[in-house]
């Protein structure tokens, strides 16, 4: 029995039985169900003041109306029940992203379930047996409903949480819009998908264009940043500051400062632990470097008010580890991943529908880019790999491409174990590996997790234009 449908016959048995009879059937840790907490998401379209109160309001996407959409704040070892009522034009779906459910909570269109309909409701249902920060967006059409706004936080707030002042979500997005603060509405246009995806002209933070942080000096902040973006990576530098990461993609990391800016691709989250050092009165700035010669001022850190604290706030300590498997690397099966297309590579053919193709005929059905040779077409495959439930495997994977790739596995967290050949520093645990132009990446993990999942870029015109794929866990 899988520990989700554990949870599910758990409850129904509380409830058609008295409480003494458990106490006898079950070990004492049984006794106390996990808390489910429950919520409301209705996607629908709406408006909301993405540049400010001095131009219209942006017609949007949203969740309940907001963008982003409500943060979901749950405790570790809680179960979340997630109603989704669709209230858009268009089919739907809601991924957890990052969040190690069962195979079908996963919300990938025809693959996990069947799309929501316009006007339905599905329940999503499962345990969250890691910590961290984690977002939630669709599925379906990805690029043009995360591009329209449908994405929100999902924070698990760890049983024995860092010591902070405060606890500060920032989501990150970018938008591509008109001289009117509307959306512009090419999606998926074949330069976007053959190039570098839909990068806009305009950033926010939680939804709004972002000025000033208003910060104390002597605070400690932990900031969980998100990159909710279809496309935009960034590269962000906190002037006179010295950010500590403690978690990448929700998991635990020894903590350490970077040399350099902060990069975060498509769909990664970045939690630092930073300590307000300027003093009361003061500006600094936080800049975006990552596109040489296009850099920004994404806003400045502002110090008001009293000091929190005089002196140093003491070390940081290290976040509990998560409870994902250890794989052993010994005994790890190995496979090769590699990923091509795109403009400027070396990429002539492709399998697309089951038929060899050129480039010209891809691009001409909207498509650019492949896993291992396959360009796919939609949610549904023949799965490019077959792992065995509970066995290690060592993913190599290979950026055959001239751009960058932030790509995606879901239903597990890996270590990302090598670059380039070189062993990384820290092993850090992610469930989205950012791949330099031409970068090598070794990533590890024990397949625990039953299903069909998805592996894919998670630029998401680059998805779109057939850069993913399925790896079956039995
Ligand atoms: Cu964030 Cu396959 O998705
Ligand atoms: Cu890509």
Redesign the pocket.
């Known amino acids: 029995m899988t520990k989700n449908a554990w949870a599910v016959s758990r409850r129904t048995f509380l409830a058609s039985s008295g409480m003494a009879t458990i106490a006898m059937a079950l070990p004492a840790w049984a006794n106390i169900p996990p808390t489910t907490r429950e919520y409301r998401l209705v996607a629908k379209p709406g408006e909301t003041r993405l540049v400010g109160d001095s131009h219209p309001p942006t017609a949007v996407w949203s969740y309940d109306g907001t963008v982003p959409g409500p943060e979901i704040r749950v405790r570790q070892g809680e179960r979340l029940r997630v109603a989704v009522e669709n209230r858009l034009a268009e089919e739907t779906t809601v991924?957890w992203?990052?969040v190690r459910v069962p195979n079908a909570m996963d919300g990938?269109p025809h693959l996990t379930q069947k799309p929501i309909a316009p006007g339905d409701t599905f329940v999503y249902e499962f345990d969250l047996p890691d910590a961290g920060t984690y977002?939630y967006?669709p599925?379906q059409r990805?690029f043009e409903q995360i591009g329209r706004g449908l994405y929100g936080p999902l924070i698990v707030e760890e049983r024995n949480p860092t010591s902070v002042d405060r606890d500060v979500t920032w989501v990150l997005d970018d938008w591509r819009l008109l001289p009117t603060a509307q959306i512009s509405g090419d999606f998926g246009n074949m330069h976007d998908i053959s190039h570098n995806g839909r990068v806009g002209n305009t950033v926010t933070v939680n939804g709004r264009l972002p000025d000033t942080f208003a910060v104390r000096a002597g605070e400690r902040i932990r900031l969980r940043l998100i990159n909710a973006a279809n496309a935009r990576i960034f590269g962000l530098e906190f002037k006179d500051h010295r950010p500590t990461v403690v978690s990448y993609d929700g998991q635990p990391v020894e903590p350490h400062e970077v040399a350099g800016p902060v990069v975060i691709g498509p769909?990664m989250r970045i939690d630092l632990v930073i300590d307000l050092v300027g003093n009361p009165g003061r500006r600094f700035r936080v800049t975006d470097t990552f596109y040489r010669s296009l850099e920004y001022r994404l806003l400045d850190l502002a110090y008001e008010g009293e000091p929190v604290r005089r002196g140093p706030a003491g070390p940081i300590a290290r976040l509990d580890d998560n409870t994902m498997p250890e794989p052993n690397l010994a005994d790890a099966e190995r496979h090769e991943i590699a990923f091509g297309g795109g403009m400027m590579g070396s990429m002539r053919m492709a399998m697309m529908g089951g038929r060899q193709v050129d480039m010209r005929e891809m691009m001409q059905s909207g498509m650019a880019w492949t896993i291992n040779g396959v360009t796919a077409t939609g949610h549904i495959h023949e799965p490019m790999l077959r792992l065995t439930r509970g066995r290690s495997y060592v993913l190599a994977l290979a950026n055959d491409t001239a751009w960058h790739h932030p790509v995606?596995l879901?239903g597990h967290s890996f270590r990302v174990v090598s670059r380039d050949g070189k062993p990384t520093r820290h092993r850090e645990w992610q469930d989205?590996v950012l791949m330099a132009p031409k970068e090598r990446a070794e990533i590890a993990f024990v397949a625990d997790n039953p299903g069909d999942w998805?592996i894919?870029c998670?630029i998401l015109e680059h998805?779109a234009g057939g850069m993913?794929g399925v790896v079956r866990v039995s």
Do not use: F, I, L, N
């Open positions: 991924h992203h990052g990938v977002w967006h599925h990805s769909a995606h879901h989205t998805m894919h998670h998805q993913m």
